[in-house]
């Protein structure tokens, strides 16, 4: 079965061009720290209608991001998740090398995500991530353990509106029957606690639902398949993740699709 879904994993990326890793003061094993690990290897073998994964490390410009966010941590950000400075004294890129990142990094992924949600056989977009067991320091949770899983929507605990941020992306009553699908599989799952969804699920969530279809966020804990210290997922517990996906997501469609 090909899911009507568009997965979308924006941060699963570490590569950076030679020369705007000149500028950067961070070393390699702290760049690749950015990346979304084990996001694209769970993710991008599902069976959806449309697999969009980003090429280049979210440094260079984070797709995740309002165009219109040119602030410490915006479109190109300045300080990692770790709190420290991305570029060498006096090297963060000017206005016009800003928006050369933005044409050759940041609009090919939006162009193809929007085509791709015009598709009007798709139901839904699921945003794809991964995060520390443990909240950074520059996290909204710093020093706290995390669920197994986090899904956003852009609302309250329970994925009903939350009057501060607008409507969500996702009715509650998807958001409960995915949750209930990774919970059937075996995973713990907080709704919109850290994270309440960033860019990508908040923006193109409006466009779907004015249509009747969704957007929700996921970020999977690394925990669950990065054994303290590694620098790359563990291949068996990074499988049995993967399966378990899987089997939440045939679920997750066989409803989407009988709904």
Do not use: W
């Not at 941060?11 to 979304?36: G, N, Q, T, Y």
């Amino acid at each position: 079965m090909t899911y009507p879904f568009v997965i979308s994993i924006p941060h699963c990326a570490s590569l950076v061009p030679a020369d705007i890793r000149a500028d950067m003061a961070l070393s390699d094993e702290e760049i690749r720290d950015s990346k979304d690990f084990g996001s694209a290897e769970i993710f991008r073998f599902l069976s959806a209608k449309k697999v969009l994964k980003a090429e280049y490390s979210r440094l260079v410009a984070d797709l995740n991001r309002d165009l219109a966010n040119r602030g410490p941590k915006g479109v190109v950000a300045e300080t990692d998740y770790r709190g420290r400075q991305i570029y060498l004294p006096g090297r963060y890129p000017d206005e016009r090398s800003v928006e050369e990142r933005i044409r050759q990094h940041y609009d090919p992924y939006h162009r193809e995500l929007s085509q791709a949600l015009a598709d009007p056989e798709i139901r839904g977009l699921f945003d794809c991530h991964s995060l520390n067991g443990t909240g950074p320091v520059d996290a909204p949770d710093a020093g706290k353990r995390r669920k197994n899983i986090i899904l956003s929507n852009n609302g309250a605990p329970d994925g009903g509106p939350d009057s501060r941020l607008g409507e969500p992306t996702c009715p509650a009553e998807t958001v409960k029957l995915v949750k209930s699908a990774l919970e059937a599989a075996g995973f713990s799952v907080a709704v919109n606690l850290p994270y309440r969804g960033g860019f990508i699920t908040v923006h193109y969530g409006r466009q779907l639902a004015a249509r009747g279809g969704f957007a929700l966020q996921i970020e999977m804990n690394q925990d669950l398949y990065m054994p303290p210290g590694a620098a790359e997922p563990d291949p068996e517990q990074l499988e049995d993740v993967r399966k378990r996906i899987f089997s939440a997501f045939e679920t997750i469609a066989k409803a989407v699709l009988s709904g």
